[in-house]
């Protein structure tokens, strides 16, 4: 009789040795104090979880989380309220006529109910493109902004296409947090936009009396643009030792490994996910020359991988969606398993480190984390 020995799947991972010593410009200084600004703003919690650090043999870990930012359940409104406001102004001493444009954007969720947010606080109208796969829930949630929306029936992609063809008719401008050439002005002011984060998890890494900044910061990807928004930061530090960062996107959707591996952007085709911010088959094209120059590793994790991290940050009091928990499923597949002590070398991982998990939404924002299991 023949043993059938099924062999583990091997872990889908990349890695780029020398990533820490690239370097690039910081954000403007003023996109946090524009955020300082705006009513409710106040810092998000970046809470420590000792059981994590216990687990994975470290110092200590903390969570980013996002699960409400300036009053909506992801981290998204500090790009989309950043790139308005700019978009705003230079319309405005372009002497464009004043009164209210439509913002237009595709959105796997999120950022189509940030701007969504944004246009009716500051007064505008928004119309929002929707791919398939997004949760009835949280295209309810951006009709409710007052929000025009329209379900695509395709694509992350191919609602991008849509939504910028939508634009182009008279007051309506582009708000899309992804960019192509000929189209990256505003994608940039969206990264710009999410420097508070990473500014914010800085003076609460002081405030721990951790002077030096994390060992090891972990970001989840979708188009790529908090990637370069966060790999900015760190990057661009005038002093002090520079973190490892890792990339964390799902497995059905894992543009950043398959760019990586070609050795230039490609597209790769995308299915169903739960981390639906992250579903997207193309990287921004500001983007790429951040995660291939300043970006140490690559992972990508399954849809239980982001269920089970989903229920420990429950566990630990952290209420955080699939897209926010796929960055402790990236870690616990970086740092364990199989082939584990060759990842954390390549990362720098030892007893001492100081890790930091950015958790992008809570459950609230991608409902798929209660319903689908
Ligand atoms: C909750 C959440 N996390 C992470 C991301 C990934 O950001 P980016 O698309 O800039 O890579 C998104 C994108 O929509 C998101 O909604």
Redesign the pocket.
Known sequence: MTEIVSSPRPLPWSVRPGARTWRCAPAPAEVRAFHAALPGYSPTPLTELPALAAEFGVGRVFVKDESCRLGLP???VLGASWAVHRTLAERATGGTEPGPVTLVTAT????GRAVARTARHLGHHAHVFVPQGVHPQAVAAITAEQAKVTEVTGSYDEAVRLAAQAAAAPGAVLVQ?TAWPGYERIPGWIVEGYSTLTAEVDEQLTAEGIDAGPDLVCV????????QSVIAHYRSRPSGPAPALLSVEPDTAACVLASLAAGEPVSVATGHTTMA??N?GTLSSIAWPYLHGGLDAAVAVSDADSTRATAALAALGVPS?P??AATLAGLRAALTGAGAEKRRAALDIDTTSVIVLLS??GPA?NPHSTTDH
């Open positions: 992801a981290f998204k796997d969720g999120n950022h947090d989840p990807v979708g188009v790529g643009s908090l990637a911010g992250l997207c969606g897209c926010g992008t939404e924002a």
